[in-house]
């Protein structure tokens, strides 16, 4: 029955933008995995293929994959070819994952850039996808930061899911004029669209970023490789954070949710987990000892703490619990989660 | 000493697009006779200049002054011609009023007309005023058709000024993510930017047009007239209102008030009148007696009602009242102002 179901849905082709970054690496495997989807409420469909659309390649697990396409290139330019043998947004996508963007520090240093990666890219991907007419589903991966401290307008206690946004960074601006556009394509039935925000994620595997955010996952991630790490920030600075599984979870979410269940088109706060770096210090402590904790210098970075004050620490997300989306009840299962995932890059002993 | 403080700021050029429409001409000949502007806090320029930019011509006490210059065509056009004789925005250009817009209906029945007029012009025309590099005052008029009823999120009883803006119109996302625009180029300091949220405004003088609000003057204007007119919703339907006076004068505020006076970059919802179509009734015949509400036609239209239950009555303009910005008090009021303004207009006798 569920075979038939799915069959009745059809084979379902889902485009990842930014798909051979970190997040869209993740989707992918999980897709693949569970090898199945439901689209905006309906029933099942099996994964057929997905198109992964970056500058670089993605890993080889997902290359060796026969579901799995690769399309390599500026997103802006393959977008404005639109008589490519192979486009973007094929003519049988159900699905696209819209994850690609400039990371804030580049748009804030190159106005111009996050205007054409974030902005123009959007809008192109929108048309494309209305140029099809089966409006197929958008979820757009938006951010927390179309939050920001305001002059004269200071963020709430806590963000609630009809806070008004006010975003003090071009990618905040470029996030929320995405959720604008998403938001009217949707609502003209060019699409059915999903905006999802995006929480900081920790902990994040790999080497350093050059995001302000970036010390939330090394603090953890460089000690139980055995390497020192900087936290820039005083011990109890709170700050909000999702695990990259719980992110992925979101995402998926998105796309599954009926239009009913989603509810408004405005962005969706994905919950977060409020913690401090002294907690996450403590929580690293329990599982990885004093040899782990002794690698973290606690050097104030008055430039860093700037950043990271302006940014909301409590999230309040009542829809996105509503859905069944909750965040993680401790740091210690974020840590833990991480040395699950990533054995090869944990070199201290473990209790 | 005024003179020599409007000198030391230079005499000024105003560039007003839409300028040959209803609020253009009403501000450039406000402008022209005060016959000075600050901007931005700065003390009062002499103003030597106002180019009027619209596809129309503007009316001819306005050609035959000596300080306007007209630029016609269409916005677009005009801003893609950057090495024009004339540019829109010309070298000395010290502020810019973008008053010019695809309006609504025209907007949800033409997409791509609505996104080129007033998401593209605007993109185009901030550009513009970067590109100067003298950090123009730009005032964006945007509009209270940012708010919206919203499918699972219902408008809160009053529009406070951090209420989330969820747009039901193209029309309305497109103001949005203007605002959006502006306080991103004022931000990075390319602009002074000014987001100023327009009401309905009553009582338009001329003759009725295609939006929906367009029976909230007409039903005022056409018995002073000694024409027939319809209210097509329930005498106790709530709306909110500004007169044309209020209106410039809150377009003249932005334009003056120091960058510390206005606050936030985001949109400034102007004040607004909370009547209903029994008390503007009511109103009207207090000045010109039963002949002339015994003009109304009391024929409910259910789309017109449908349309305009989405809209918020009820402004709470804390930010524009700190300005001294301040809703008429009383329909009367805006009656008066509309007979005393248009004497020709008024075929009833007046008490």
């Known amino acids: 029955m569920l075979m038939q179901s799915a069959q009745s849905n059809g084979p379902c082709h889902i485009v990842i933008t930014g798909g051979a970054g970190f997040l869209g690496v993740r989707l992918a495997r999980t897709l693949l995995a569970q090898g199945q989807l439901s689209l905006a409420g309906a029933p099942p469909a099996s994964i057929a293929r997905i198109t992964l659309v970056d500058r670089a390649a993605p890993p080889a697990d997902l290359m060796a994959d026969a579901r799995v396409s690769v399309l390599t290139g500026d997103l802006n330019e393959l977008l404005e070819k639109k008589d490519a ?3 973007v947004i094929a003519g049988d996508t ?3 994952f819209h994850l690609a963007a400039a990371v804030s520090g580049e748009c ?10 974030n902005f123009a890219a959007t809008l192109a991907l929108l048309e494309a996808c209305r140029a099809l007419k089966t ?14 401290d305001a002059p ?30 998403v938001a009217d394509y949707a609502r003209k039935g060019f699409i059915q669209g999903r905006n999802v925000r995006l929480m900081t994620v920790s902990v994040r595997p790999g080497t350093p970023n050059g995001a302000a955010s970036s010390f939330l996952s090394g603090m953890i991630r460089e ?3 055995g390497v020192r790490a900087v936290c820039p920030v005083a011990p109890d600075t709170p700050v909000a954070l999702s695990s990259p599984a719980r992110t992925v979870q979101g995402l998926i979410c998105a796309a599954e949710a009926s239009d009913q269940a989603w509810g408004p088109r405005t962005g969706l706060n994905l919950p977060a987990l409020t913690t401090t770096p002294g907690e996450m210090a403590a929580a690293l402590e329990r599982v990885a000892g004093t040899a782990a904790t002794a690698l973290i210098d606690w050097t104030p970075d008055p430039a860093i703490r700037g950043i990271v004050k302006t940014w ?29 995932e990533n054995p090869y890059a944990v070199k201290l002993p473990i209790r």
Chains 1, 2 share one sequence.
Do not use: W
């Open 85 to 87: 043998v192979v486009p």
């Open 94 to 96: 159900a699905i696209v």
């Open 108 to 117: 804030e240093a190159d106005f111009d850039l996050g205007m054409r990666s």
């Open 135 to 148: 409006r197929p589903v958008v979820v757009f991966a938006s951010s927390l930061a179309v939050f920001g």
């Open 152 to 181: 004269g307008q200071a963020l709430p206690s806590a963000i609630e899911d009809n806070t008004l946004p006010t975003p003090q960074s071009s990618y905040g601006i470029q996030k929320f004029i995405g959720e604008q556009l």
């Open 223 to 225: 000690p139980l490789a």
């Open 312 to 340: 909301p620490a409590r999230i309040h997300a009542a829809r996105a619990c509503g859905l069944g989306l909750l965040p993680e009840e401790s740091f210690d299962d974020i840590v833990q989660e991480y040395i699950r």
